[in-house]
């Protein structure tokens, strides 16, 4: 058993949680590329 360590949901393989992972890391990626958009906008 593998467990999500953004959401703690748990997965029966690597693979799944590898899958999953992604889906957080892109929505982290953009929150980062808004907030320093935002950033910017304010300089």
Request: charged letters at 45%; proline letters at 0%; aromatic letters at 10%.
């Amino acid at each position: 058993m593998h467990q999500c360590y953004y959401c703690e949901q748990i997965f029966d393989s690597k693979e799944a949680l590898y899958e999953h992972v992604e889906v957080h890391s892109d929505v982290e990626r953009n929150k980062e590329i808004r907030d320093r958009k935002k950033n910017k906008q304010e300089d």
